[in-house]
């Protein structure tokens, strides 16, 4: 049979809804037409590829394991039309991590490629988030702290880890350690670690926590960079883990110490598909090398420095690989 691409860009879209109405929303068709759509579709394939009930929907099995191909399909036809027509799409770049400030590191490397390639950048939610766009080929990369994803293609994308930053604490004016020039980890242990987000959605700071054994609590809503350190800047008892290169609003009430014996490093590592990537990433990764190798982004001394267990494979993996 021919797959007909506008029966196909249907079933995605209410694929990653699970919603008919939000599907046609936006797809821009009435909800009948997308159904008429996806009904065709299964009858082409002989198939069931929704369980529908009332309002809700979800995937079958042959949906499921449609779903992926369909999505490769869909790429693939928009890049043949961009081919024909001559148009090279920019490479689009999503980050999350926002409290650590990622657009930092990305605008020194999008500089060094400059013009010769076009890129995009926005905002992704989380990790989970940028995968899920990467997988529906609504963007090309993903920048921000990777973990849990494996280091096999197995799994859909690749990684590769392009920096490692060192991290300050930093503290209100009246907490007991901020008359320091530098406190070690195990110093904070009579502290409170106070985090953006719920503690098991933020992976580098509940390992910190673990490792070091120190308490940490969240607030209820994550308001932005300025409103988290005035949290900070409340309560003498608690400290927050930021970039130390990062520059700290004017207007806040706090102060960053290093953090030696060790320097914990934040891990940030480029994702993207690892079937039929976009032609700008070999591109973006020569100018991470350049850029990083200049820098001194991947340097990592045991002892000095600390890195949670999977960033130290990560090291590892890098450094055999001549990046």
């Known amino acids: 049979m ?39 579709l299964e009858g082409e394939l002989g198939v069931q590829l929704f369980l529908r009930g009332g309002h809700a929907v979800e995937l079958t099995e042959a949906g499921r ?65 940028v995968l899920d766009g990467l997988a529906r080929s609504a963007t090309d990369v993903g920048f921000g702290r990777v973990h849990g994803v494996g280091g096999s293609r197995e799994a859909g994308y690749t990684h590769r880890l392009v920096r490692l930053e060192p991290v300050d604490v930093v503290v209100g004016a009246g907490h007991h350690l901020a008359d320091r020039s530098e406190v070690r980890p195990d110093e904070l242990r009579d502290s409170v670690l106070w985090c953006p987000a719920a503690l098991e959605r933020l992976d580098f700071y509940q390992q910190f926590a673990e490792h070091f054994d120190i308490p940490a609590e969240s607030g209820t809503a994550n308001l932005g960079i300025d409103h988290f350190l005035e949290q900070v800047a409340a309560d003498p008892a608690r400290f927050a883990l930021v970039p130390a290169d990062l520059e700290l609003p004017e207007r806040t009430r706090v102060r960053a110490v290093p953090l030696v014996g060790p320097t914990p490093l934040y891990a940030w590592s480029l994702v993207w598909r690892a079937s039929d990537p976009h032609p700008g990433v070999e591109p973006l990764l020569r100018a991470f090398a350049d850029v990083g190798g200049r820098s001194r982004w991947l340097e990592y001394r045991p002892g000095r420095d600390w890195l949670p267990a999977g960033d130290v494979a990560e090291v590892e993996d890098t450094s055999g690989s001549g990046f």
């Open 65 to 129: 394991r449609f779903l992926e191909p369909a999505r490769q399909t869909l790429a693939h036809g928009d890049r043949a039309v961009a081919a024909a027509r001559h148009v090279d799409r920019p490479l689009r770049i999503d980050y999350w991590g926002h409290l650590f400030a990622p657009m930092r590191t990305l605008a020194a490397v999008i500089d060094q490629v400059g013009p010769a390639l076009a890129v995009e950048t926005g905002p992704g939610r989380d990790l989970p988030g």
């Open 2 to 40: 021919d797959l007909d691409l506008a029966q196909v860009r249907a079933f995605v879209a209410a694929a990653g809804l699970l919603h008919f109405g939000q599907a046609a929303e936006q797809l821009a068709v009435s909800q009948q037409a997308l159904s008429k759509r996806i009904a065709r």
